[in-house]
T-cell receptor, first 119, second 113 residues
C-alpha cells in the first residue's frame, strides 16, 4: 500500500517569497504518479501539477513546479513569487498504475499543509 | 461546464436516518470515486468504481454502500447515519483508473446529530 507524508501542518510566508511544501511518499511499485491539489477556503479541490515516476524532468505549471527526487521519494511543491490568493490547504497525492488487470484505486492523499500568505 | 455535480451540498441528519448522496459527471469518464474529508485527516477513499458495473471498497467503507447506476452516475448511501459520519464528502471522476488525475465535485457537507 502507498503512503503520503506531509510534515508541515501549517506555514506562514511573506507575500512574494518562494514557498516549498514538503511531500514524501512510500510505494514499492515502479509506476506511479504524484499530484498536488489546492483547496481554498471555498472548499473545492483544484488540480495544480502532475509528475510521473518515469518523467525525466521536473514538472512545471506557471508559478508551480514539482521538485521530484526519486531516490529520496520526495515530491515537493515549489510556488514562486507567492500571492495572497495562494493561501489555502495543499494536498500531495499519489496514484499507483497497474500494468495489467485492475487499475489504480484512486489517489492516496497526505493530510495537507495549510499555507497562509501574509502581506 | 458542469464537470462533476454533487447533491445535496448540505444535509443535516439525525442518528439512524438514511440518505443518499448523488454524483453525476458529464465528461464521459470511466472511473468514479467517493472520498470523505475530516479535519487533519486529508481525503480518504470510501468506495470507487473503476468502470461501469464494478465497485470496490476503499480505505474507509464501513457504514456506506454505493451504486454505479450508469456511466455518468455514482451514488453513496448511508443506511443508518452515525455522528462519526459527519464529514465533507467529495465525489470525483477520472478518465480511467490508470490515468490518475481526479476531477472533483464541490463537496457535500453532512452533519449527523
Amino acid at each position: 500500500a502507498q503512503k503520503i507524508t506531509q510534515t508541515q501542518p501549517g506555514m506562514f510566508v511573506q507575500e512574494k517569497e518562494a514557498v516549498t511544501l514538503d511531500c514524501t511518499y512510500d510505494t514499492s511499485d515502479p509506476s506511479y504518479g504524484l499530484f498536488w491539489y489546492k483547496q481554498p477556503s471555498s472548499g473545492e479541490m483544484i488540480f495544480l501539477i502532475y509528475q510521473g515516476s518515469y518523467d525525466q524532468q521536473n514538472a512545471t505549471e506557471g508559478r508551480y513546479s514539482l521538485n521530484f527526487q526519486k531516490a529520496r521519494k520526495s515530491a515537493n511543491l515549489v510556488i514562486s513569487a507567492s500571492q495572497l490568493g495562494d493561501s489555502a490547504m495543499y494536498f500531495c497525492a499519489m496514484s499507483v498504475f497497474m500494468y495489467s488487470g485492475g487499475g489504480a484505486d484512486g489517489l492516496t492523499f497526505g493530510k495537507g499543509t495549510h499555507l497562509i500568505i501574509q502581506p | 461546464n458542469a464537470g462533476v455535480t454533487q447533491t445535496p451540498k448540505f444535509q443535516v441528519l439525525k442518528t439512524g436516518q438514511s440518505m443518499t448522496l448523488q454524483c453525476a459527471q458529464d465528461m464521459n469518464h470511466n472511473s468514479m470515486y467517493w472520498y470523505r474529508q475530516d479535519p487533519g485527516m486529508g481525503l480518504r477513499l470510501i468506495y470507487y468504481s473503476a468502470s461501469e458495473g464494478t465497485t470496490d471498497k476503499g480505505e474507509v467503507p464501513n457504514g456506506y454502500n454505493v451504486s454505479r447506476l450508469n456511466k455518468r452516475e455514482f451514488s453513496l448511501r448511508l443506511e443508518s447515519a452515525a455522528p462519526s459520519q459527519t464529514s465533507v464528502y467529495f465525489c470525483a471522476s477520472s478518465v480511467s483508473a490508470n490515468t490518475g488525475e481526479l476531477f472533483f465535485g464541490e463537496g457535500s457537507r453532512l452533519t449527523v446529530l
